[in-house]
Structure formats: structure tokens, C-alpha cells
């Protein structure tokens, strides 16, 4: 079959929505690894599959140029919230033009599949999607999709929803993403690396861990939604890729021309010790170098991040959201509040550029003073990096239904986040002594608290190598301080 991946155009071209992750829109671009995933199994059965990626020139023309002239027989969307009524509007006018096939996956649809229903020949791939469009496609040529797993579909004008697949319990098994199905590579980018390009890489699926506010990757989040759904609300169990299966794409990827590669498991450096050590020691003979994201108590063992340096980590993201142990406590980060700056020393002392992340508001114990605390420490810091975002009670997650119920969600907007403001930088969260207006100024303070310091200023400027760099880190700069 002839398959078409769509991108559609966004509705501005400063809000595109960012869809590895799907909580924010996009601050620099990044290659979309869950439609390549999906697109590499497809053209391993034989399917001849392209990708058409409209963010670059937002033009709703050209897209609907595109689809009068293509001929497909299915189109595939890969969802995420913030991107629903742009791929709803592109997937009706797909759908009145032709009578073809159009298959929506990701954690939106996952979550909500009657919203993505918009007739008979419209299907949700629920959950891990890879095998499950696999199966939904081979469904289509044989004239039947009635025991395809994980799907939802109109039948007689009523849903139908299948038993769900689950997880893909190998993950040696599936081929590397289709990166060669992506044009102008060049622009995938990471401001915490010096070169260019940039892309994605998955060493594992899931997280063990409880925290009540987490979206983790849109990977991951789709497959958490799904199995939760159908296990009683238990989180699904984390999968690993084997060292050499990871140090065999790190080298594939390495041919293909890219300089750099950012791993986004929700947690890199899980399953063991040893795990990691045999995993760098491939790493290193393949000289790439990387980074990834990591909880700060597991960046605690010196020969471990030892080895992570040889191998060619740069940076690793730091999941600290506050640094008053209460707090974390109440939010079940299950942190010890004194393990952070550990971390970050024992990153400085290997060369591994630390980076932090931190939350303002998932708890009903935050306060201006804790906030203002916060800022403080960190920024008292030997980091360059953080990110600072207001905690947002994302539909699914059980600080969602806390919120509710508590009264802390902001009605209507949190039903409501594809406008204008991404929802970390606006507040969806209203507490008795803690204002929506109060979330929303203390980012904007810490942003430029943080980043406006000389020695910040600085060490970014260092970075530069070409004209290009410099725009993109003065665009890239903006959006965090503005």
C-alpha cells in the first residue's frame, strides 16, 4: 500500500506543536521518532511510505494543494494534545476530498479515540502503535480489521474498541526509525549541543517511578495511557533494548551523518549497573557524543558517570522540579532533596553538562517563598541550563484528577490548552494562597534571573559556531526569557 505520514500546517507559525513530547509547543526542532518508528515497520512489510512535514512553511495552501493532487490509500497522524484540532481539521479535509483511510495514533488519541472518529473510514491505533498499525494496515488488504488489537473504530455508526495489544515486550525487534524519510536534516538541533544534527534516539520504555504530575514521552505516554486503562490503573512494565542493539543504531546513525544524538527514555540509565557499563563501553568505540535524561540518584555512582564521560555523554537532564523536600515528598518524587547537588557535582567533576529541570506549583504546598527559594539555590548553581515551567494537571494524569477535585484547575482552559500560551508557561492551576497570576510571573522572574546572568550570557556566546547557531541560540534565548 501507498502510506502518507502527515504533518500538517499549524495554525502559527510561533506555535507549532512539539510532538515527542506533546506538552509545549516548539522551541527548536526535533525529528518526530514516533512516526519514524511506526514508518520503518511499515516498510518492512513492503509499503511504500512517506513523510510530509507542513511546520516548515505553515501554509494551509499547500497542504491543500498537496491532498487534491496525492494519491494514497492511507494517511497516518501521529497526535499529541496540544496538536488535536490541527490534525482533526487536516485529517476532515483528507476525508471529504477521497475515500481513503486515515489512521490517527499517540497519546491524544489513546486517550480520547472518539474525539479522532470522524466516520467509518477513520481508526484510532491505540497505545504502543507499531504493531498495531502493522496489523491495522494487513486488516485493510485482507477486508477484515475485526481482530486487529488495540483499535478503535466506527461500525454502524457506533464505536467499536478491540482488546488492546499491549506492550512490545522485544524491543530488538523493531527496525531503527525511518530517519532517511526526513528532508533538511540539518535543522534538528539541541541548544545543549555544539553540532549539528541532531537527532533522537529510545534505549528503553517506561518508568518504574510514581510521580503524580509526569507526561513522559509521547512514546511512553501512549503505552502508560493504554495499559493503565486495561491493568487497574498499574503503570505498564519498563522495556530494555540490549547495549549492542543501542550501540548498533548509535553506529548506523553515526553513517547516516548526524554529529550528535539526544536519548529520550523517560529514564536513560535504568536496568543496572552493569547494563550501563556494558552499554558505554559499546558507546565508546563509536565516538558519538550524547546526552539524555536521568533522575539525580542515578548519577551518583562515580564510575558510572565516569564511563558515561568516555562514552561521549555531554549532558544529562536533571528531573528536579523543587528543591524544598516537602514538596517532593507530596508530589512522590521520591528524591532526597540532598542527592541534587550530588548530581550536579558529580556530573561537573566528569565533564557531563548538567541541566535542571524545575516545576512551580504541583503541589498545594508551594508558596512564593518556596518558589522564591527555589530560584535562589539553584541559580547558585555550577549549571548553564534549567528549564523553569509551571506544573500543568495534563488530562490522564492523577494530578488531573486531584486538581479537580480539589479545585485547583483553572475552568475551563484546562480543557481548553490549544491557544495561544504553551500550558508550562501559563498557569491552569489556581490555589487559595497561590494565584494563577503568582505561577505565571515567577517563571517569567526566574527565566531571566537564571539566563540574564553575565557567566550564563557567557558560556552560551561561547557555544557559537556559525551565523546560523547564533540565531538560533538569540531565538532560542527569547522564547525562554520572554
Known amino acids: 500500500m501507498k502510506i502518507c505520514f502527515i504533518i500538517p500546517p499549524a495554525k502559527e507559525q510561533s506555535k507549532i506543536p512539539e510532538r515527542v513530547y506533546g506538552c509545549t509547543f516548539s522551541v527548536y526542532r526535533q525529528p518526530e521518532i514516533p512516526i519514524l518508528y511506526v514508518a520503518a515497520v511499515l516498510e518492512k512489510e513492503g509499503h511504500t511510505?512517506?513523510?510530509?512535514?507542513?511546520?516548515?512553511?505553515?501554509?494551509?495552501?499547500?497542504?491543500?494543494?498537496?491532498?487534491?493532487?496525492?494519491?494514497?490509500?492511507?494517511?497516518?497522524?501521529?497526535?499529541?494534545?496540544?496538536?488535536?484540532?490541527?490534525?482533526?481539521?487536516?485529517?476532515?479535509?483528507?476525508?471529504?476530498?477521497?475515500?481513503?483511510?486515515?489512521?490517527?495514533?499517540?497519546?491524544?488519541?489513546?486517550?480520547?479515540?472518539?474525539?479522532?472518529?470522524?466516520?467509518?473510514?477513520?481508526?484510532?491505533?491505540?497505545?504502543?502503535?507499531?504493531?498495531v498499525i502493522r496489523d491495522l494496515v494487513r486488516g485493510f488488504l485482507a477486508g477484515s480489521v475485526d481482530d486487529v488489537?488495540?483499535?478503535?473504530?466506527?461500525?454502524?455508526?457506533?464505536?467499536?474498541?478491540?482488546?488492546?495489544?499491549?506492550?512490545?515486550?522485544?524491543?530488538?525487534?523493531?527496525?531503527?526509525?525511518?530517519?532517511?524519510?526526513?528532508?533538511?536534516?540539518?535543522?534538528?538541533?539541541?541548544?545543549?549541543?555544539?553540532?549539528?544534527?541532531?537527532?533522537?534516539?529510545?534505549?528503553?520504555?517506561?518508568?518504574?517511578?510514581?510521580?503524580?504530575?509526569?507526561?513522559?514521552?509521547?512514546?511512553?505516554?501512549?503505552?502508560?495511557?493504554?495499559?493503565?486503562?486495561?491493568?487497574?490503573?498499574?503503570?505498564?512494565?519498563?522495556?530494555?533494548?540490549?547495549?549492542?542493539?543501542?550501540?548498533?543504531?548509535?553506529?548506523?546513525?553515526?553513517?547516516?551523518?548526524?554529529?550528535?544524538?539526544?536519548?529520550?527514555?523517560?529514564?536513560?540509565?535504568?536496568?543496572?549497573?552493569?547494563?550501563?557499563l556494558d552499554l558505554c563501553g559499546g558507546l565508546e568505540t563509536v565516538g558519538l557524543p550524547f546526552g539524555g535524561l536521568s533522575r539525580c540518584d542515578f548519577v551518583l555512582d562515580d564510575e558510572v558517570v565516569s564511563k558515561l564521560a568516555r562514552a561521549g555523554c555531554k549532558y544529562i537532564d536533571l528531573g528536579i522540579e523543587t528543591l524544598d523536600q516537602n514538596i517532593l515528598n507530596d508530589i512522590k518524587k521520591d528524591l532526597d532533596v540532598a542527592k541534587i547537588r550530588k548530581a550536579i557535582e558529580m556530573l561537573n567533576k566528569h565533564g557531563i553538562e548538567p541541566k535542571a529541570n524545575i516545576?512551580?506549583?504541583?503541589?498545594?504546598?508551594?508558596?512564593?517563598?518556596?518558589?522564591?527559594?527555589?530560584?535562589?539555590?539553584?541559580?547558585?548553581?555550577?549549571?548553564?541550563?534549567?528549564?523553569?515551567l509551571i506544573a500543568t494537571p495534563f488530562p490522564g494524569t492523577e494530578f488531573e484528577k486531584k486538581a479537580r477535585q480539589e479545585g485547583w484547575a483553572v475552568e475551563p482552559e484546562i480543557d481548553d490548552l490549544e491557544n495561544n500560551l504553551s500550558p508550562t508557561d501559563r498557569s491552569l492551576l489556581d490555589y487559595p494562597h497561590l494565584s494563577k497570576g503568582d505561577l505565571e510571573a515567577a517563571v517569567k522572574e526566574a527565566n531571566r534571573r537564571f539566563y540574564l546572568s553575565p557567566r550564563r550570557i557567557w558560556f552560551q556566546l561561547k557555544q557559537v559556531r556559525s551565523l546560523k547557531a547564533l540565531k538560533d541560540l538569540i531565538m532560542t534565548g527569547w522564547k525562554a526569557i520572554k
Open 49 to 131: 511510505v512517506v513523510l510530509k512535514d507542513f511546520t516548515g512553511n505553515n501554509s494551509w495552501e499547500e497542504y491543500i494543494q498537496f491532498i487534491r493532487t496525492a494519491e494514497y490509500d492511507v494517511y497516518i497522524f501521529h497526535t499529541v494534545l496540544l496538536a488535536e484540532s490541527i490534525d482533526i481539521r487536516a485529517a476532515r479535509f483528507i476525508t471529504d476530498q477521497m475515500p481513503t483511510k486515515v489512521i490517527f495514533f499517540g497519546p491524544h488519541p489513546t486517550l480520547k479515540p472518539v474525539n479522532f472518529l470522524l466516520n467509518e473510514r477513520c481508526y484510532v491505533a491505540r497505545g504502543e502503535a507499531e504493531f
Open 359 to 388: 516545576m512551580f506549583g504541583a503541589s498545594p504546598l508551594e508558596t512564593i517563598k518556596t518558589i522564591q527559594s527555589t530560584v535562589r539555590e539553584i541559580s547558585s548553581y555550577a549549571i548553564n541550563y534549567c528549564m523553569f
Open 149 to 276: 488489537k488495540g483499535i478503535s473504530y466506527l461500525k454502524d455508526g457506533k464505536m467499536v474498541e478491540t482488546n488492546t495489544y499491549g506492550v512490545i515486550e522485544d524491543l530488538d525487534a523493531l527496525p531503527p526509525p525511518a530517519r532517511h524519510l526526513l528532508a533538511d536534516t540539518h535543522d534538528y538541533f539541541n541548544p545543549k549541543m555544539k553540532d549539528r544534527p541532531v537527532t533522537l534516539i529510545l534505549t528503553s520504555r517506561g518508568c518504574s517511578f510514581r510521580c503524580y504530575y509526569c507526561v513522559p514521552n509521547a512514546i511512553s505516554w501512549a503505552r502508560e495511557l493504554e495499559w493503565r486503562r486495561f491493568n487497574n490503573g498499574k503503570k505498564p512494565p519498563v522495556k530494555l533494548r540490549s547495549p549492542q542493539n543501542i550501540v548498533d543504531e548509535f553506529t548506523r546513525i553515526k553513517s547516516e551523518g548526524y554529529k550528535a544524538v539526544s536519548i529520550i527514555d523517560d529514564l536513560f540509565l535504568i536496568g543496572g549497573k552493569q547494563r550501563i
